[in-house]
């Protein structure tokens, strides 16, 4: 159940049922030479709609631009500073605690999202207590990396072995070729795996030590087959983490 | 062309023979008893894939929650404070004007976003001045309602009149059933013409005055085929809105 | 009564009888060779102090500066920065309500304050509704352009016909001749008709096609004499919309 | 030379010759029973004039509210919070400063701006040195109190004694009296004398202690005459307080 | 009794008994060739200790960064800008208040800290009573400037005279070397006394006026036997005044 | 070599030889019925201080309080909110690599500050780019959590096995221990192995699933002898760790 193609009296109706929410939240920053700009928020999306419709789940609309700041000496990144990441969640999340969600859930695509979104989390917890809303108690928010999902990272180890590295990986590149194939791009790789293990400063330093964006991982690798594998894979595992966080205590 | 399905480098090639980019912007709102929640996000977003085929012009993902305060004491209504999305609209520009983008033209489905866009831009191009970026002089931001387009609005009042209203309108619902026929919704509408007249304070407020969310309207009267229609005639009029946005001295 | 000649007893004394408020609001920003930097403010003041006596109205101090960074590259320009404005006008708002009022009037000079306003109001109907106040529900804000009500446009439209234009009017020097005589400034304008039809963006840009600061307009054209009737058309009127919005259910 | 009755050209002339400007700066609350509700700012304002006039300096708009939160448990009283006043002041300085003012000179009239001032000051100063304009380095303010200078203490002492006290005092009310003369108010003041000697916490301990909304001060003893003195001396003392703050090497 | 080598258990008794804190509020900034960078923090920590042993009251963390941006010109002097440290004094403040602490006295090292600390405290107060928590009304905040108590400015004038100056004075040189005799510092002091009477505006201006950083004192008086006689003397002045607060009506 | 007992000249000759600096980072928060709420501000200063001996490196000041909302349920846990460390670590930064520091090493004793170190980081690295300051591009920021150093953790693992768990650990108990033995605090455990296995929420949520605070541990295991060893295995492993960080190319 899409949050974007319900009517607000259908919401009312999945409230007497459920407090949970699903958000995909990606990111729209380069992903090499080949990898779409907006990898991290198609494969989220991709991957929550599925979710929800496994799990009976209402899916809210993607976050589209997340936390990329060190990307952004690439053309076309767009990145929200923390801060303001931070604000934008508390601004989704309260009216939704007053209509009555209590549960959110945060299908993510980017790994630069994970630290702001936890930090939001706090934040968004203390400002609620302050509210005095009886349901405030009750608020829980969780972030799920589909990457990181058990199966998938089988998956990708059997896939791409070392390969897989961790940005601009063939597992993202692959999920994409599936959900987009119309978009599958070439490119010449060079070197075919890309430089690895300096740790993520500033952009221009990050664009200094990954000069086509990759973070060792040779994206060619992938093939919209694959990328239907780690799209079931990812569907199946977050079904379950949701449905987990849902039956909490 | 997408943002989110091209490359980096693909970007860098788009800089070379323009400096424009559009951006869709909707709202996460309710829409009555049958229009979607996701209505001004999913118009912004159809017209301008279109106007970026037409022109081609870049565009960005999808902005698709506003600023809908106002609509927040109804279940699923989503909505960033205006501070919030002026520091959103911000972090979008600054990196791509340092990439060299300097027309930024945002197709949007929602009164509502108006005002708050408008002191975005005023408070980004402050910003972007104090950075000492040669082409932070160059930069442009454009607000083009759809809704308001000459031929829309022309069309809305051939097809709807007086019915049309100012939420919830048979135009913008008629545009989601184009897009969305498989989520057309079914209600009885009472009174099938919603009351108007009452301006916008507070979420309460709202919707003490109008109990089902719509306002002034008759969605009833909307058809795909009208959808259909609306579409095209915001498609040409903003296409044409854009280049001359470009072309301007 | 203004509010900077009352004292707190007569404020609670008021209270009794009306819940309302009126704001002058301005601006401090160029008006061409010959206006004055404060006319906004000028003309919001005269207007209000005197709907104010129309009314029986508390009138509270003028906000001086306003939403003017497009004019910031003329000497002796001011401006708040949206995020600025937004937090002022919440901070003026919040004590009145807690102490009883609900109703805020906003007499407005100043075209570029509008969207932030209205940004404004919405984000402080927000953070009333947070604070769990009985009466916070009851809050109204509206603003009112005093250059835009019905009987100023018409009497512009008869005594400057496109003469007029949009910034540096001369309706706008008239009303501030009429109210400081002694103030009435003389210098060549070249051209007589300042060009106009460039939209606004930032202030470098805004300086290199206004470059004497006019917008579409002939200020020689004022007369203090324009200024009375101007104002009082203006006091007319707004003295009406106030009474309407108070009145309003 | 006030800023609000100048044009930009006269202005640019200005800077000429002299970088310094004059901002008054009161507040807008209670002043017990017969106090002006605008005591600061009209105080403030009525010698920010007189030492322009005296000092050739321009004069910017006043700053009508202030810091005092204390003070809003009695109706009518408004105040910025400090992080507002931070950047309102932020923001009146930076466009200055672009156009040549290095010279930043506060007049104020309530002592519950002081602090909040100085702290403006210093992040101004290090927001400007982020900016690297070559005139940043050169950016100084100042606040000068008139109810502090040497001649106008003396003045109030001789005048009213211990009767002076810090709210409400007469000193002020009598300024208030020669300045508005038609808004001298008359109220049984009891106690005579008010309380004193209870520091300044939040606004309802405030209230609590200072039940009428005076501190030790006894402003019965106010007169017209009295205020004319008072101002006088204030105009005399700021005037050279003025020009020593432009002479400082 | 220090809050950092407490259990939570101690303190919920400790609030049966009392609801008072005291926080160390130093700064970490340049103290001239001799001073210690942490000289602030070091004499609040050792005195704010002693206070609390005397007075059986709690101890929180110091805090070692205060505003200082003026000083920031010289290596290793770090700030908190005065909005950072308004909304790092109310996070601190909050929690505690939630608890039952409605006592809170910061023992300060630092005179750039007044201005600020006196806005956070207004700013705190104001955020806790929209919270509707009962014991909001009882908060107070109080600074206590340890360097200006009645003993300690009467011994400092009798040891030092007008060589005390107004920054890396003697006495707080003083002071450090009794707590840390073991990092006394030795430099030649050029001039011995340092020039005094500019105020303070920027960081470099600053640095221009006073080159060495000291202003007006000669620390080279400075023994650790002073030290030692300051320490005791600030710490019987601030155990008193810190019972005096807790006893205030 | 400490900065709060340094002088300015010394650490201008510092920078001639080294741009790195270390911050200990810690919380103050409840560390069950047994540990110092000062435990993680501690451990992180001991081990901070011994690091910079074996690496003749600068020590700044310990950041005592950092992001602990979740822990604010119990008496004397303080916290910042997310947004205000984010501001307090910029501001810490600026001002230090305008001096010329590029390298900042924070040793951290407390998990949950390590998402908001994160964004931090990468806002600081945004605002810094903003700047044009030639060194702006080499600033790097890490954080290394000292209880999850290779050899603590294997330590740990050894001494306590699956009684170390996740909050009040012995581990860090044991630390404190060493470095403070006159506050080894005794109490009854009950149960002795704390619960564990629930996820962080909001600071309610928190208390009631780990009523006394503590999560999975037994920190009546800890001994001041094994304090030591921990104590010495981080010393080493981040002594390491942080030549690592400067040599990095």
Chains 1, 2, 3, 4, 5, 6 share one sequence.
Not at 62 to 79: D, E, K, Q, R, Y
């Amino acid at each position: 159940m899409l949050l974007h193609l319900s009517t607000w009296p259908e919401v009312e109706a999945y409230l007497q049922r459920s407090q949970g929410i699903i958000f995909p939240i990606g990111s729209t920053e380069q992903h090499g030479p080949t990898g779409l700009i907006g990898t991290d928020a198609i494969c989220a999306e991709a991957i929550a709609k599925a979710v929800g419709e496994t799990t009976a789940a209402l899916v809210g609309p993607t976050i589209n631009v997340g936390m990329a700041l060190h990307h952004t000496a690439f053309p076309g990144s767009l990145s929200l500073r923390p801060s303001t990441l931070i604000a934008l969640i508390q601004d989704y999340v309260k009216p939704l605690v007053r209509a009555g969600f209590t549960r959110f859930f945060f299908i993510n695509g980017h790994g630069g999202n994970v630290a702001t979104l936890k930090a939001a989390f706090s934040e968004t917890y203390a400002a609620l207590l302050e509210l005095n809303w009886p349901q405030a108690e009750q608020v829980r928010c969780q972030v799920a990396n589909w990457y990181m999902s058990k199966s998938v990272m089988q998956l990708a180890q059997e896939l791409y072995g070392h390969q897989e590295g961790s940005h601009a990986t063939p597992s993202e590149v692959a999920l994409t070729q599936y959900v987009y194939p119309e978009a599958i791009k070439a490119a010449v790789l060079d070197p075919l795996l890309a430089p690895s293990g300096h740790p993520i400063y500033n952009a221009i330093d990050f664009r200094r030590h990954y000069p086509d964006g990759r973070m060792g991982s040779n994206p060619d690798l992938a093939t919209p087959e694959h990328g239907q594998s780690l799209y079931e894979a990812a569907v199946k595992d977050l079904s379950n983490t949701y449905l987990q966080f849902l039956a909490q205590s």
